[in-house]
């Protein structure tokens, strides 16, 4: 299973198990495997931090705000799912 960890830069990592991200995890990262759980640590975060987060991922259109930690959770959750996959090969 994917595992995605946070750090306290807000730099995303995309690991492919559990075990890959115990480094992270050991040096301070937050783990998540899910959108719930991700809703769950957004939570607790200010909502500068999830603006900060969102308009750092490549190719979004930045925002001021959000309704929502969900709401937050829930965009930058399906943006980061292509994170630590290979690129698709282009058609020639």
Do not use: C
Request: net charge positive; hydrophobic share 45%; no cysteine.
């Amino acid at each position: 299973m994917k595992t995605f960890t946070i750090d306290n830069d807000n730099n995303i990592t995309a690991f492919p198990t559990p075990d890959h991200a115990a480094a992270a995890v050991g040096a301070g990262a937050q783990p998540f495997t899910s959108q719930k759980q991700l809703a769950e640590l957004a939570a607790a975060w200010p909502t500068v931090r999830l603006v900060e987060i969102w308009n750092s991922l490549p190719g979004v259109e930045p925002v001021k705000t959000f309704k929502s930690a969900k709401a937050a959770a829930g965009r930058i959750w399906n943006r980061i799912q292509a994170l630590g996959e290979n690129p698709k090969p282009k058609a020639p």
